[in-house]
């Protein structure tokens, strides 16, 4: 088991890391080349700043079991398919139950934005957010 992070903008790194950490499971943290991050612990690993190249890196790498942390839908998607784990930055599970609502929900959300309409931003991340994900990754290692 691995947790596996899709580290371009995601905040609660610290958190992940900690989880990690603390039940001596490796942290593996993709970004592409114009983000620079610092770790002790996790493994850092840089990919080119092409369209979608951390994304096919993160689900090329995926194994059964590991943990997968990303806001991205269609990543959480491909990993389920692998049998891995994925989670939100804000500590939400997906699962074969929600990740087709999601999906349909970012089609929808697309095709507004296509059409010149306007969607939501999404809410600013709180202290709830942070306990969220550090009790949904312990719940999930403790699973596996």
Not at 59 to 87: H, T, W
Not at 97 to 104: A, E, Q
Not at 107 to 128: C, D, F, I, Y
């Amino acid at each position: 088991m691995r947790i596996i992070v899709d580290a371009d903008a995601c905040p609660g790194k610290d958190i992940i890391e900690k989880a990690g950490k603390e039940n001596n499971i490796p942290v593996i943290m993709y970004c592409d080349i114009n983000h620079i991050i610092n770790s002790d612990y996790s493994e850092i690993k840089y990919m080119d700043c092409g369209f979608q190249s951390v994304d096919m890196a993160i689900v090329n790498a995926v194994k059964e079991r590991d943990i997968v942390v990303s806001q991205d839908f269609g990543v959480a998607a491909m990993c389920l398919g692998k049998k891995a784990y994925p989670i939100s930055p804000k500590g939400y599970i997906y699962s074969d139950k929600n990740i087709d609502r999601l999906l349909f929900e970012r089609h929808l959300g697309a095709k507004v934005r296509r059409g010149g309409g306007k969607t939501s931003n999404p809410k600013k991340r709180n202290k709830e957010d942070d306990e969220r994900l550090y009790n949904n990754l312990i719940y999930l290692i403790e699973k596996l």
